[in-house]
């Protein structure tokens, strides 16, 4: 695996539009939107390709036969050498490289040289597997839900600086733009108040394009009332207006978002294996 130059990525963007899933989140860090790495297995004449967003995700995708890129993958995906200093979750194209990275998956793949000896889940595996999915939007399903929606009784604005600065959960707009500046100018958002106070945000995760990926957020404690569904059906509308296209994707293990989604007018289309590479922390 080489690090690739940023004035270089050019050369993956081609070969990232023969990939048929969802990667908006590649093409963010591809386009300089967003802070991100990207390996290769050769810099001039790229074939083998790993695109890693700063939020956590990253993808595989390219060919699957070059012995260099599959040593320095193992040992990156591993994290041999602590080379990675947060977890990721990866997802792969096509099929083939779904077969190296499950070999990699059972716990005796650890050793010394990708875990401390003093780590605290040496029983865990190094990576384990859950499952992505990709929507496809019906607009007539969706035209159908906001018609029974009650929104007028909830007060819902456009998500503002002050929001954006304030929130911090674990799917948050921050983890997806370098600052509340950029977000305003090129993302967007709407922010669901009770007594004043935030409780639910869906936003711009990623828009590339005509494309507009949904993010949602919401506390902890204003959970089960409905309240991410009144925020996504007024960015869909939004989406809508503008010609935009809204894109949902989410893990099948999240319950919530994957019924949310459903319930919204997003139809799953596609199931990927979507995989957890752990970091191993040492004990104190």
């Avoid at 990253?58 to 040992?75: K, V, Y």
């Avoid at 977000?183 to 669901?192: D, K, P, T, V």
Wanted: net charge negative.
């Amino acid at each position: 695996m080489i690090r690739l130059n940023v004035e270089d990525y050019c050369k993956v963007m081609e070969p990232l539009e023969q990939v048929p899933i969802n990667t908006l989140f590649a093409q963010t860090v591809l386009s300089g939107m967003v802070k991100g790495t990207v390996y290769v297995d050769d810099p001039n004449r790229p074939e083998a390709f790993y695109i890693a967003h700063s939020n956590g995700m990253s993808l595989l995708f390219g060919n699957t036969e070059n012995s260099a890129f599959l040593e320095g993958l193992r040992n990156y995906l591993l994290n041999a050498g602590q080379i990675r200093k947060t977890s990721e979750w990866l997802q792969v194209y096509p099929d083939n490289w779904n077969t190296f990275v499950r070999s990699l998956s059972e716990p005796g793949q650890r050793n010394n040289d990708t875990a401390p000896r003093n780590t605290s889940d040496v029983s865990q595996p190094p990576i384990t597997e859950n499952s992505r999915i990709n929507f496809t939007f019906d607009r007539q399903k969706y035209e159908a839900a906001a018609s029974q929606s009650s929104a007028e009784s909830f007060q819902i604005i456009h998500t503002t600086k002050e929001i954006f600065l304030k929130l911090d959960g674990r799917v948050s707009p921050n983890l997806f733009w370098v600052d509340a500046e950029q977000f305003l100018a090129e993302g967007y958002g709407f922010s669901l108040l009770e007594n004043g106070e935030t409780v639910s945000t869906a936003f711009s995760a990623y828009r590339i394009g005509n494309q507009l990926e949904i993010g949602i957020e919401t506390s902890e404690s204003a959970r089960g009332k409905g309240y991410a569904f009144h925020v996504s059906l007024a960015l869909i509308a939004y989406c809508l207006e503008h010609g935009l296209e809204p894109v949902w994707a989410c893990r099948r293990e999240n319950a919530a978002s994957y019924c949310l989604a459903q319930k919204l007018g997003f139809v799953p289309s596609i199931s990927l294996p979507y995989y957890r590479l752990q970091v191993f922390l040492p004990t104190e």
